[in-house]
């Protein structure tokens, strides 16, 4: 069993940064692959990005790459997502998730445990 917890969250400016970390009990964590989701209002969840367990690989969603980053410390079992030159169209709930296995998974259905997400606000 992994038990995830959002943080970071909050409101910010167009073109602003912020830091989300998502931290995990469970001494197994570095066996996870972690991925990040997001909901839009009136919208259904969507693939931010996803580290592999090792943090060797990533993979990204078109609409944030080269503006996201996502990064891991699994002596610390968490996993961070820096978001940067943020868009009011980024505002929505941010949730991580992790899953078993090597590969990166990129829909919902592939995520064993999911966190209870933190709100991401982006003025315009």
């Known amino acids: 069993q992994v038990q995830l917890v959002e943080s970071g969250g909050g409101l910010v400016q167009a073109g602003g940064s912020l830091r989300l970390s998502c931290a995990a009990s469970g001494r197994t964590f570095s066996s996870y692959t972690v991925g990040w989701f997001r909901r839009a209002p009136g919208k259904e969840r969507e693939f931010v990005v996803a580290i592999r367990r090792g943090g060797g690989s990533t993979q990204y969603a078109d609409s944030v790459k080269g503006r996201f980053t996502i990064s891991r410390d699994n002596a610390k079992n968490t996993v961070y997502l820096q978001m940067s030159s943020l868009k009011p169209e980024d505002t929505a709930v941010y949730y991580c998730?992790?899953?078993?296995?090597?590969?990166?998974?990129?829909?919902?259905?592939?995520?064993?445990?999911w966190g209870q997400g933190t709100q991401v606000t982006v003025s315009s």
């Open positions: 998730a992790a899953r078993g296995g090597w590969s990166l998974g990129t829909v919902e259905y592939e995520y064993d445990y």
